[in-house]
């Protein structure tokens, strides 16, 4: 039974706190698992061989280094925004930027999920990739999301919950076919050469972008200071074995360089012929659309907590009384999502999703020494995950460099105009 919102609860907000542990894990785990892991084996088998299952337990300690101190400074706060919380311990303009540029890197990103959904579907029905076909598609499936965002917290959960299982089973059980039937590979002899060993941490370590998905509905979530850090860390190792389980399998079946353009696809037909092919298109199709749906549940609570703490206008605060959802704020995304999609102009924008991820990162684990100062340990753990943060942005390129600059002036010029106009 829903509860009514918790507004007469001081400091809360008027949302429902529907989201449980299951539910908060769901939304860091959509983050996390999108298209990539349906291209992603492939790449690794190619270049690593026998070594590549092993980079996700070795390299997801990287990952476990900005998730911990990331997930400690999220049991700090209960109130939704994620980044935009965070960062305003240095500050509004902190806050403004990070939300901001956390913002514009979700919706790109999400806009350009939605094109591979459409890439997906046209593989089965090629009418579904080119002009109105393409159109419907991008309408339907973002349109549907909003409702179902507007219409209840619970209600895009359940959805989440939905598309979960039916993206995790089939590879679960395709891997654990092709380990019975084909055998676990052997194990590497040797370890790649250090060149080889950094460009494999790199690659593993973009595979767990986007489990700061769960954390910005903490206004909405049970217990958020305990069921927040205890999902982020909780789904980070989950999707790890998920990951090392399903690259095992996939070395063990697939001969070097037999994966083709969609390895995943051709995987599931070697262990279990076209049923196996046709479940991965499906598995990809439905992941696809849990990353779209889980990052709408989460990414607009950016702006509604942008606007409730005065950083955007106040329309975008709104609250559904009947439904306790940051209505506007989802309707606003879901036509922004729509319209990148349709357009395709946003691509330009994507090249700094990682780097902008690792500025909300860093600002997040950098809010840790004011949360928690004077421990030693906790400072450690957090200079560590500031350390790998600069490590992967480093590797930008020169583009997602002149991008994530060109976001930040344009975050300087509209705080300005926000603040000239009253908010």
């Known amino acids: 039974m829903s509860r009514a ?10 949302l429902r706190r529907d989201i449980g542990l ?3 894990s769901f939304l860091a785990f959509n983050g996390l698992v999108g298209a990539g892991i349906f291209v ?12 590549s299952p092993w980079a ?20 700090h706060h209960s109130r939704s925004g994620g980044p935009v919380v965070y960062a305003a311990a240095f500050g509004p303009l902190a806050a403004f930027q990070a939300g901001w540029i956390y913002y514009v890197a979700r919706v790109t990103a999400l806009a350009a999920n939605t094109n591979v959904l459409v890439s997906y579907l046209a593989s089965l029905a090629p009418a579904l990739g080119q002009g109105w076909g393409r159109a419907g598609v991008i309408l339907a499936t973002v349109g549907l999301i909003t409702a179902v965002n507007i219409a209840g917290v619970r209600r895009a959960i359940r959805l989440l919950d939905l598309l979960t299982l039916l993206k995790a089973l089939p590879l679960l059980v395709l891997a654990l076919a092709a380990l019975a039937w084909f055998g676990p590979p052997a194990a590497p002899v040797a370890l790649p050469p250090l060149g080889d060993l950094e460009a494999a941490a790199l690659l593993t370590l973009y595979a767990f972008v986007g489990f700061e998905n769960g954390v910005v509905t903490a206004g909405e979530t049970k217990e958020p200071r305990r069921t927040i ?3 982020l860390i909780a789904t980070v190792i989950a999707t790890a ?30 262990v279990a012929g076209s049923w196996g092919g046709w479940a991965l298109t499906a598995a990809a199709i439905f992941s696809v659309l849990g990353n779209v749906s889980g990052g709408m549940t989460g990414s607009a609570r950016t702006s509604y907590a942008m606007a409730r703490d005065g950083l955007l206008p106040a329309w975008f605060g709104a609250v559904d009384p009947a439904r306790a959802t940051p209505a506007n704020s989802i309707l606003f995304m879901g036509m ?17 999703s990682v780097l902008a991820r690792m500025f909300v990162y860093g600002i997040g684990i950098a809010a840790l020494f004011r949360a928690e100062p004077g421990r030693p340990g906790v400072a450690a753990a957090a200079l560590l995950g500031l350390l790998v943060c600069g490590w992967v942005a480093a590797q930008a390129g020169a583009a997602a460099w002149m991008t994530l600059g060109a976001l930040a002036l344009a975050g300087f010029a509209l705080y300005g105009i926000a603040q000239r106009s009253g908010g």
């Open 40 to 51: 992603l084996p492939g790449t690794l088998a190619d270049r690593f061989g026998a070594f």
């Open 5 to 14: 919102p918790d507004a007469a609860v001081p400091g809360e907000e008027p």
């Open 229 to 231: 850090p205890r999902a």
């Open 22 to 24: 299951v539910g908060a």
């Open 241 to 270: 074995a998920l990951y090392f389980l399903v690259q095992l399998a996939y070395v063990a079946a697939m001969p070097p360089g037999g994966g083709g353009d969609a390895p995943l696809v051709g995987f599931g037909r070697t």
């Open 56 to 75: 996700f337990p070795l390299f997801g300690l990287l990952a476990l280094a900005i998730a911990w101190p990331f997930a400690r400074i999220a049991g």
């Open 336 to 352: 922004l999502i729509a319209l990148l999609a349709l357009s395709g102009s946003f691509v330009w924008l994507a090249v700094a």
